[in-house]
């Protein structure tokens, strides 16, 4: 049977079999290899048991050009790829020399002793090719088994990270691939279904060379615009006019950008600082704000009054106007962002007060109502909203949509975005 | 060949293959399964291509009692379960009653139309048991493969963990299974080596019915102490008294239970209250707090004082400390915390000021220094860390060693805990 794959994986742990550990190893490995336009085929998961890990990886090397196994390269004893793939090639374990002088090294470095379980990790099979590994203790190595090229590698995961140019360089020196030209947008507010509705009312315009991929996560959708040439570069970023043109509002920035820094650059660019007066999400706002690196530039202070006593205390809110309204309301929104911006000497900010849950709700407020209040001094506006879903769920989102409301005003974009509708409160 | 696993599991999806989604869903099936005992032996992904999913499956079949198919049941052209294991069946889809009848109901629910790529769903394989997905439009279903019992799942998480009570049901009807008896255990600032050395050194008071098993995460560890039979509880109990012996101040609670929540219950216990006084921090500490459901009854307000002339206007920092001391000192933290409790009218607090970096260094306080106080009014302390690490580790640390150290100071334990001989910073 010919060789179908370009690449099969192999992984191995019992800790990826019993649940008690995400693998999140082959990700790294296909994402890096799809900048080479490389696919994996196949992967095949299987705990510390020689026999099921020579059985599939016979299986992947009868199959695949290439296969990477990812884990069981450590000194313990259920570490068992070396000996596992000297198994499957008829072969004896040796000490290899590369990887004695690399523990030798190692060890050295940290003040440790060369101890026996360290030298176990320099056995690998016969005629094995060292792969390096910057990193850590175990080292990588690559050896040829039916006429596939495998490649084993450390399941720690910075240490893979590191060891991922070297064995895309690898792969793509048996195998091909190229590259792939990938640009990668991030949108909030704005579902995959409802794009790809947008763009495909727009197809005669949509240069046929680009793939428009999706990648969901919460609160940001990210979107894969990809050609297979540099030459179809322009058609690429004719595709990214278009989707400027049908979404930009919702299109907050590339690669991994998040909104709070999307926000940071539009206060940069006004040369303006922001503040927070957070209820329900009891810091997530201002928490997300500085998760950026150089906030500090922008962001000089927040407040988390959770009780009425600190609204009225710290920010100013009337007493009167708590008692009459209740905390979860426009009024008391509005006079919290204009107590934070007062006494966070700050330009713009936004201001929230709602009913998290699970307790808490009433008839009037349930559970997932938020107030909103956003905006300078002189310009802002109040809005009601309802987030269903849990606790967590309901602060993530309240954090991001507060975080857009205030780039939408900064960048002058629609100020109430259509994805409120999805959460505007309807009396009945 | 006779079947030798207990559970196969068959993945599906591009996304997974591309590496743009993580699979955790392997992770709630195998975890939910490890409960009853129940192991998987291997596990098989690959993109949505029929081959290769036929032969996978003809080939888990073979060597397992039962397979899990997870993935492939949507509406899109991509979505080829059904398909796939007609054709492993050599049967044809038909449109099964009970499939109708729940997406006809599903779509009243939501006052949709029932559309034709809704009914593709309700296409089966002929003789097909319904699994039912309560919260969904993808019908799980059950067919029989070569003696295997094949149950195939939606890949949407939450759809699935609604789905994994009866899964798990039908997998034990056929492959028999018990009842894992599994204590959690939540634990902060030990490590893993640690724990192990401090038990292997009591070896003789280990009771050999209890299984030792970890699983670590940022900030926390995971203790897992499980027997195999109900008739060893008590030494199940009594593995867990020696554990408190040993470690007892690093547990901060059971099954998933967060520092936070652990501070929330020592609150509660005395009747106190809580502020924060976040610099480097930037909310995290308050938003950890009021992630938890129930912070309320501890928590009133919190301040980010981010820029020195908030920690100044907002806390009554000194401007004079400031210049003398710099923001990142301890006279500094400690006005921050006094600050706090006056302003935040509450018991216990913290405040801290450090450098997450990556900017903002220098040769006296590098990135990665903070200093941090805690305690009342009467009774306070503080202390300089040196935290190495990315920004986002740096914030999260901070935030955890100050939850905890106001939970010891709250229970009595150990102020000064070992763990923080790692970080303290160390005058040359």
Known sequence: MGKRAQVGLLLTGNELMSGDTVDSNSSRIALALSEKKIGI???????????????????????????????????????????????VLGCTLVEHPGAIAHLAHWCERRGLELNASNLKQAYLPEGADLVANPLGSAVGFAVEIEGALVIATPGVPVELTAMLPEICERITARVGGGTAFIRRLQTFGIGESTIQELVN??????????????????????????????????????????????????????????LAL?????????????????????????????????????FGSGFITYANTSKNKILDVPK?????????????VLAMLLGALKYGASDIGIAVSGVAGPGGGSDDKPVGTVWMAWGTRDQHR???????????????????????LMRRQLL?????????????????
């Open 412 to 428: 002058e974009l629609p100020p109430i975005p259509h994805y409120i509708q999805r959460f505007v409160h309807r009396s009945e």
């Open 201 to 258: 009312a727009c197809s005669e315009e949509w240069p046929s060379q680009v793939t428009l991929g999706f990648r969901s996560g919460l609160p940001q959708l990210e979107l894969k615009l990809q050609v297979d040439d540099d030459v179809f570069l322009e058609q690429r970023a004719e595709a990214e006019r278009l989707l400027h043109r049908l979404i930009g509002d919702h299109i907050i920035g590339e690669d991994n950008d998040q």
């Open 41 to 87: 085929a196949k992967k095949i998961t299987v705990g510390d048991e020689p026999q099921l890990l020579a059985e599939s990886l016979r299986n992947l090397c009868s199959e695949s050009h290439t296969v990477v196994i990812n884990g069981g390269l450590g000194p313990t004893e259920d570490d068992l790829t070396a000996a596992v793939v000297a198994e």
């Open 382 to 404: 109040a809005v009601r909203l309802q987030i269903p879903g849990s606790r967590d769920r309901f602060q993530i989102l309240v954090a991001a949509i507060g975080l857009d």
């Open 320 to 332: 009167a106007t708590l008692v009459k309204h209740g905390a979860v309301s426009e009024p008391v």
């Open 262 to 298: 999307s926000l940071q650059r539009a206060l940069v660019t006004k040369n303006m600082s922001v503040t927070t007066a957070e209820s329900c999400t009891g810091g997530l706002i201002a928490s997300l704000i500085t998760r950026e690196p150089g906030s500090s530039k922008v």
